[in-house]
């Protein structure tokens, strides 16, 4: 369904896997182990920090990467 809404409407569909992305820092790559649940995200290695709206950027940005 989304990849017909992107037809229509002259854009780009790319297909992420989503295992892992709610653990994946967007800035470093850096997988951290956390529960679902937990929606903030603090990074060990790079000192990232961002809420919800960070993990999407971070699978965004695999998208474009894989595309």
């Known amino acids: 369904m989304l990849e017909y ?15 892992g992305t ?4 967007a800035a470093c790559g ?6 679902l649940w937990v929606r903030e995200h603090n990074c060990p290695s790079c000192g990232f920090t961002a809420d919800g ?3 999407r950027h971070g699978t965004f940005f695999l998208a474009v990467s894989s595309s």
Not at 7 to 18: I, L, M
Not at 22 to 25: D, F, P, R, W, Y
Not at 30 to 35: F, G, L, S, W, Y
């Open 5 to 19: 809404k992107c037809e229509r409407e002259g854009t780009h569909f790319v297909a992420v896997d989503p295992a």
């Open 22 to 25: 709610t653990k994946e820092c």
């Open 30 to 35: 850096v997988e951290t182990d956390k529960p």
């Open 53 to 55: 709206i960070g993990t």
